[in-house]
T-cell receptor
Framework: GAVVSQHPSWVICKSGTSVKIECRSL??????MFWYRQFPKQSLMLMAT?????????EQGVEKDKFLINHASLTLSTLTVTSAHPEDSSFYIC??????????FGDGTRLSIL | AQSVTQLDSQVPVFEEAPVELRCNYS??????LFWYVQYPNQGLQLLLK??????LVKGINGFEAEFNKSQTSFHLRKPSVHISDTAEYFC???????????FGGGTRVLVKP
């Protein structure tokens, strides 16, 4: 079945560095991908909708300059957390799909900023 | 806007006992409904979905859910749980004309031997 591959699964880095997370659709073309953030023991909060070939649409309260999203091809979307700080530590999950297909989720990236 | 309420944040249950996870939603437009399961440090896996048709939906791993429009509910059930069902379960809705999911707060199921 359709699979979304997310990389890396875990990253630890120093405060002030930038971190890139990749989300790939392995056997289908994803014109739209979604990026979520999940704090411990909480639900998923949609951060932004990534559209191939155009600018991402960010949810209210999400800093566009902080969380850079690029969707340059039909199989790859990236989320870059710029100048990361400890409060950016979280579990980030991408997904793809449309309503008539189940939304396929990546396995998530646990980001820890020291 | 849509909203989803999962009434129980945590449900302890003994192995082989039945379990029901409650989900209520609010929306001014038609919605599609989903249940997902999340194992520790993993993404979400679709259990089942309701788009239209029969209100009783059967999913993977022996789960089923019933859509009740009048009560705006979509409760998830399993007649006999296994230890491996220990996980976080999320109910979600999507506008029928959209593609964004809105998630409930999640219900943590802990299956005890």
């Amino acid at each position: 079945g359709a699979v979304v591959s997310q990389h890396p699964s875990w990253v630890i880095c120093k405060s002030g560095t930038s971190v890139k997370i990749e989300c790939r659709s392995l056997d289908f073309q994803a014109t739209t991908m979604f990026w979520y953030r999940q704090f411990p023991k909480q639900s998923l909060m949609l951060m932004a909708t990534s559209n191939e070939g155009s600018k991402a649409t960010y949810e209210q309260g999400v800093e566009k300059d902080k969380f850079l999203i690029n969707h340059a091809s039909l199989t790859l979307s990236t989320l870059t957390v710029t100048s990361a700080h400890p409060e950016d530590s979280s579990f980030y999950i991408c997904s793809s799909g449309t309503v008539d297909q189940p939304q396929h989720f990546g396995d998530g990236t646990r980001l820890s900023i020291l | 806007a849509q909203s989803v309420t999962q009434l129980d944040s945590q449900v302890p249950v003994f192995e082989e006992a039945p379990v029901e996870l409650r989900c209520n939603y609010s929306s001014s437009v038609s919605v599609y409904l989903f249940w997902y399961v999340q194992y520790p440090n993993q993404g979400l896996q679709l259990l089942l979905k309701y788009l239209s048709g029969s209100t009783l939906v059967k999913g993977i791993n022996g789960f089923e859910a019933e859509f009740n429009k009048s009560q705006t509910s979509f409760h998830l059930r399993k007649p006999s749980v296994h230890i491996s069902d220990t996980a976080e379960y999320f109910c979600a809705v999507m506008k029928a004309a959209g593609n964004k999911l809105t998630f409930g707060g999640g219900t943590r199921v802990l299956v005890k031997p």
